[in-house]
């Protein structure tokens, strides 16, 4: 890995640009090198491409009020398609290294609550509306004041917290931490590997490549992250050429030993047409009719609540990696990334892919070096092609995908040494939302928990004049997100 980068403005000397694209996008300015930038691309890249596999399998298992599926092969497509088009309008207008894809979490909400008391065009006409509701907010300046107004140590807060969600996501996909199959008879709900035991094949490529990362990270390798990916990857080929372990289902019945989800084989075809049937199929009038006004509300309602601040708590996370955050905690060209976010989630819905959103992986490429925009492109790129060469995105398994998500984890919980645990007033909000984020599997839920307990415990401590009147607001909207259920049963 390289030696630190020095972040937006911390340098006494900025070092003069090369060039009108090192100019443009930053690179010197930034402390970058366009060699750390492509690295940075592919990192980022190798780290989320299992969304063009997985967001297909989630979207095509659902099925709408009219008993109608989705193809899986043009999900798929259109999958790779507008992370591609989306990551890269970040790297050109916001030029920060930011990737974008289907949002894991609302993909599940379109295809197992909203399209089925609808068809699948009118689900993913509320997820246009929802981008167009969530462009309004940030062209008027709303969404960026919110986030001015949450303070900067319960913004630090949510970067550690979702540190720590992507660290659990990455043991939880490399099977390393499994629920117990009768979590409702025991006080314990996950534990190690099967049976407490870590017995499987895929368990091992997981742990080498994540001690092999760990060792190239302490030494400061560069590319470290990269490399244990890679190396990860070449063992897991190794060991299913010997062992055979197989997919995680077999014929409908699950195989524990297996990979969790792509079976790491070379493909015997490389290249595959793609299909864009999919493309224009939405509707944003019809659902109020058939799904009713109330409904559809609550729905959008939902959708925006996640995004909104999904976005904002990854922007910050990803910007706190690359020690880009000004003095008030805001990454440079705050504006320009909420904007791109807001047209990815419409171009998401306009697609079929549901809504595309900012990804924390991202952070793994800024940990490789990444700091601007041309390793977004790089990732954008990689995406546009992987619709064509989409067998060889399925050849990298979860396991070795997510020796990245744990050590990319580990650097960003280091920043937990800035809050002020002394400070209750702050500390007990910051430790909420940290926590919250993992143990719910949710980034709002984690940033819903810290807001609306540092709104209650200001006011209860007799200073509610330090606390931003939006809060107030926000906090509000985060008791009505909780209550959603309550709501939607009464409605």
């Given at each position: 890995?390289?030696e630190?980068?020095?972040?937006?403005?911390?340098?006494?000397?900025?070092?003069?640009?090369?060039?009108?694209?090192?100019?443009f996008?930053e690179?010197?300015?930034?402390?970058s090198t366009l060699s750390?930038?492509?690295?940075?691309?592919?990192?980022?890249?190798?780290?989320?491409a299992?969304?063009?596999?997985?967001?297909?399998?989630?979207?095509?298992?659902g099925?709408?009020?009219?008993?109608?599926?989705?193809?899986?092969?043009a999900?798929a497509?259109?999958t790779?398609?507008?992370?591609g088009?989306?990551?890269i309008?970040?790297?050109?207008?916001?030029?920060?290294?930011?990737?974008?894809?289907?949002?894991?979490g609302?993909?599940?909400?379109?295809?197992?609550?909203i399209?089925?008391q609808?068809?699948?065009?009118?689900?993913?006409g509320?997820?246009?509306?929802e981008?167009?509701l969530?462009?309004i907010?940030?062209?008027?300046?709303?969404r960026?004041?919110?986030f001015?107004?949450?303070?900067?140590?319960?913004?630090?807060?949510?970067?550690?917290?979702i540190?720590l969600?992507?660290?659990?996501?990455?043991?939880?996909?490399?099977?390393?931490?499994?629920?117990?199959?009768d979590?409702?008879?025991?006080t314990?709900?996950v534990?190690l590997?099967i049976g407490?035991?870590?017995?499987?094949?895929p368990?091992?490529?997981?742990?080498?490549?994540l001690?092999l990362?760990?060792?190239?990270?302490?030494?400061k390798?560069?590319?470290?992250i990269?490399?244990?990916?890679?190396?990860?990857?070449?063992?897991?080929?190794?060991i299913e050429?010997?062992?055979k372990?197989?997919?995680?289902?077999?014929d409908?019945?699950?195989?524990?030993?297996g990979?969790?989800l792509?079976v790491?084989?070379?493909?015997?075809?490389?290249i595959d047409?793609p299909?864009l049937?999919?493309?224009?199929?939405?509707?944003v009038?019809h659902?109020?009719q058939t799904?009713?006004?109330?409904i559809?509300?609550?729905?959008?309602?939902t959708l925006?609540?996640t995004?909104?601040f999904d976005?904002?708590?990854?922007?910050?996370?990803?910007?706190?990696?690359g020690?880009?955050?000004?003095?008030?905690?805001?990454p440079?060209?705050?504006?320009?990334?909420?904007?791109?976010?807001?047209?990815?989630?419409?171009?998401?819905?306009?697609?079929s892919?549901?809504?595309?959103t900012?990804?924390?992986?991202?952070?793994?490429g800024v940990?490789e070096?990444?700091?601007?925009?041309?390793?977004?492109?790089?990732?954008g790129?990689?995406?546009?092609?992987?619709?064509?060469?989409?067998p060889?995105?399925?050849?990298?398994?979860?396991?070795?995908?997510s020796?990245?998500?744990?050590?990319?984890?580990?650097?960003?919980?280091?920043?937990?040494?800035?809050?002020d645990?002394?400070?209750?007033?702050?500390?007990l909000?910051a430790?909420?939302a940290?926590v919250?984020?993992?143990f719910?599997y949710?980034?709002s839920?984690?940033?819903?928990?810290?807001?609306?307990?540092y709104?209650?415990?200001?006011v209860?401590?007799?200073?509610?004049?330090?606390?931003?009147?939006?809060?107030?607001?926000?906090a509000?909207?985060?008791?009505v997100?909780?209550?959603?259920?309550?709501?939607e049963?009464?409605?």
């Amino acid at each position: 890995m390289d030696e630190p980068s020095a972040g937006a403005g911390t340098t006494a000397t900025t070092p003069a640009p090369h060039s009108g694209f090192d100019r443009f996008f930053e690179i010197s300015a930034r402390g970058s090198t366009l060699s750390r930038e492509i690295r940075g691309g592919l990192a980022t890249f190798f780290t989320m491409a299992y969304i063009v596999v997985l967001n297909p399998l989630i979207l095509g298992s659902g099925v709408d009020g009219d008993g109608g599926k989705l193809a899986i092969a043009a999900v798929a497509s259109a999958t790779a398609l507008v992370a591609g088009v989306m990551t890269i309008l970040m790297g050109v207008v916001a030029r920060f290294p930011l990737a974008l894809a289907a949002g894991l979490g609302v993909n599940a909400l379109v295809a197992f609550e909203i399209a089925p008391q609808m068809t699948w065009a009118d689900a993913m006409g509320l997820v246009v509306i929802e981008g167009v509701l969530i462009a309004i907010l940030v062209l008027t300046g709303l969404r960026t004041a919110v986030f001015r107004a949450v303070p900067t140590q319960l913004k630090t807060a949510i970067g550690v917290g979702i540190g720590l969600f992507l660290a659990l996501i990455g043991f939880v996909d490399a099977g390393f931490v499994r629920r117990v199959p009768d979590a409702a008879n025991t006080t314990v709900p996950v534990g190690l590997g099967i049976g407490g035991k870590l017995i499987s094949w895929p368990a091992l490529a997981f742990c080498v490549g994540l001690l092999l990362t760990v060792v190239l990270v302490v030494r400061k390798v560069r590319g470290a992250i990269l490399i244990g990916i890679l190396a990860s990857t070449v063992l897991a080929i190794v060991i299913e050429a010997i062992a055979k372990a197989g997919p995680s289902f077999v014929d409908g019945k699950p195989n524990p030993k297996g990979w969790s989800l792509n079976v790491p084989v070379l493909p015997d075809k490389v290249i595959d047409k793609p299909d864009l049937s999919l493309l224009g199929h939405f509707n944003v009038l019809h659902s109020w009719q058939t799904a009713g006004v109330l409904i559809v509300l609550m729905f959008v309602f939902t959708l925006v609540i996640t995004d909104f601040f999904d976005t904002m708590g990854t922007m910050v996370a990803v910007a706190q990696e690359g020690d880009l955050l000004d003095a008030e905690g805001m990454p440079p060209r705050t504006r320009e990334i909420l904007l791109v976010d807001s047209i990815a989630a419409a171009a998401g819905g306009a697609a079929s892919t549901s809504s595309n959103t900012t990804y924390i992986e991202s952070a793994s490429g800024v940990a490789e070096g990444a700091r601007t925009g041309v390793a977004s492109l790089v990732t954008g790129a990689l995406f546009l092609v992987a619709m064509f060469f989409a067998p060889l995105v399925t050849v990298v398994p979860f396991e070795a995908a997510s020796v990245a998500l744990v050590v990319v984890g580990f650097l960003m919980m280091t920043a937990v040494r800035t809050i002020d645990w002394s400070d209750y007033e702050i500390a007990l909000p910051a430790f909420l939302a940290i926590v919250i984020m993992p143990f719910t599997y949710s980034i709002s839920n984690g940033i819903g928990a810290g807001i609306v307990s540092y709104v209650v415990i200001k006011v209860a401590a007799g200073k509610p004049r330090e606390v931003h009147p939006l809060l107030y607001g926000v906090a509000a909207l985060f008791i009505v997100y909780f209550l959603r259920g309550p709501l939607e049963g009464l409605f």
